[in-house]
T-cell receptor, first 115, second 114 residues
Framework: NAGVTQTPKFRILKIGQSMTLQCAQD?????MYWYRQDPGMGLKLIYYSVGAGITDKGEVPNGYNVSRSTTEDFPLRLELAAPSQTSVYFCASSPGQGLSGNTIYFGEGSWLTVV | AQKITQTQPGMFVQEKEAVTLDCTYD???????LFWYKQPSSGEMIFLIY??????QNATEGRYSLNFQKARKSANLVISASQLGDSAMYFC???????????FGAGTRLFVKA
């Protein structure tokens, strides 16, 4: 089972550069999420999507954009990278609403450093 | 508004002993789910256990159990017979059933001593 796949795993960006973190899931989950985890901290929600064509902001959306053209893919775009965006990024998915559909499945994380 | 609080930044436990990691939450929604995740030093997030707000019994998964006290709004994780491989960061999380967002606590780092 591939589950949730993120690429790249590591990336160093220069200030002002742009990049896209790719995320794909093969579990036919409706919900997908992007979180960031700063050193020694918990996870903060950047954006989420409840289905293809539908996205919404989380707690910390500034400096990021997302799209959800298919059920499987949920890329995260960083425009004009800033040092404050140095973090570990986790893509995740869940089946959807309902008590048993709440569990989130995470990708392995993408370590991003902006210098 | 939803909130998850983990008040223990770090915990030490002797190998083979049990340990309790604290988690309190706040929500106005009567239907919600509570989760615990483990994050080892390698960085990936591993789902451990789930408790629904209407579940009558506390959830158990192998050596993990969730001590759910609804009136106190607490969802503590109990790890029995700790192993060296249990050393990791542990996150408590919550999602309202009718909502879309899962929120996470700040985490507790567990150190298991040989």
């Amino acid at each position: 089972n591939a589950g949730v796949t993120q690429t790249p795993k590591f990336r160093i960006l220069k200030i002002g550069q742009s990049m896209t973190l790719q995320c794909a899931q093969d579990m036919n989950h409706n919900y997908m999420y992007w979180y960031r985890q700063d050193p020694g901290m918990g996870l903060k929600l950047i954006y989420y999507s409840v289905g293809a064509g539908i996205t919404d902001k989380g707690e910390v959306p500034n400096g990021y954009n997302v799209s959800r053209s298919t059920t499987e893919d949920f890329p995260l775009r960083l425009e004009l990278a800033a040092p404050s965006q140095t973090s570990v990024y986790f893509c995740a998915s869940s089946p959807g609403q309902g008590l048993s559909g709440n569990t989130i499945y995470f990708g392995e994380g993408s370590w991003l450093t902006v210098v | 508004a939803q909130k998850i609080t983990q008040t223990q930044p770090g915990m030490f436990v002797q190998e083979k002993e049990a340990v309790t990691l604290d988690c309190t939450y706040d929500t106005s929604d009567p239907s919600y789910g509570l989760f615990w995740y483990k994050q080892p030093s390698s960085g990936e997030m591993i789902f451990l256990i789930y408790q629904g707000s209407y579940d009558q019994q506390n959830a158990t998964e192998g050596r993990y159990s969730l001590n759910f006290q609804k009136a106190r709004k607490s969802a503590n994780l109990v790890i029995s017979a700790s192993q060296l491989g249990d050393s990791a960061m542990y996150f408590c999380a919550m999602k309202n059933t009718g909502g879309f967002k899962t929120i996470f606590g700040a985490g507790t780092r567990l150190f298991v001593k040989a």
